[in-house]
């Protein structure tokens, strides 16, 4: 009988932190709901793409503040992803979530980066966008499959090639 009055303890003792964890992630999101504006939409014809690349989408974050993921509103979903950028702007086309738009004019940086928001490895295999919306400045990471198109992404972004 003592063994059944521990193993339902230890059950309980798991749910009670599983409850916690769901109800932080959902203050979380409540509260960044009000500070953090929604993403654009990506537009109905954005043109033709000018790089494209596949991946997995970390997560955004807080510029700045590689562990705060931006949850509100999907974005907090890890999920696998392809970037496209336009003249415009770069769309960020999730698979299984909301995609969204990074106006070119609103692109600051893009570099890379070791980890970001859990996810974090040895060499810089994050390609980093920063940029800014409605007065938010937020880093988007992207884990993708080529690393190699990294440089490529770089310079077409932040003007080193022109377009």
Not at 1 to 20: E, K, P, Q
Not at 51 to 57: D, E, H, M, Q, R
Not at 79 to 94: C, F, K, M, S, W
Not at 140 to 153: N, V
């Amino acid at each position: 009988m003592d063994r059944i009055a521990l193993t339902l303890l230890v059950f309980a003792f798991f749910a009670l932190c599983l409850y916690g964890m769901w109800r932080g992630w959902r203050r979380q999101a409540r509260t960044q709901s009000v500070r953090i504006p929604p993403f654009p939409e990506v537009p109905s014809d954005p043109g033709e793409p000018l790089l494209t690349t596949s991946g997995i989408y970390v997560s955004t974050t807080r510029s700045g503040h590689w562990q705060d993921r931006v949850v509100t509103r999907g974005a907090g979903m890890r999920g696998p992803a392809t970037l496209r950028l336009y003249p415009d702007g770069i769309e960020v086309d999730r698979r299984g979530a909301p995609g969204f738009w990074i106006p070119r004019a609103d692109v600051v940086d893009v570099t890379t980066a070791k980890g970001m928001a859990g996810k974090v490895m040895g060499t810089d295999s994050l390609l980093v966008f920063t940029w800014r919306l409605d007065g938010v400045v937020l880093d988007t990471g992207l884990r993708g499959d080529d690393l190699a198109a990294y440089p490529h992404w770089i310079d077409r972004v932040t003007g080193g090639a022109q377009v």
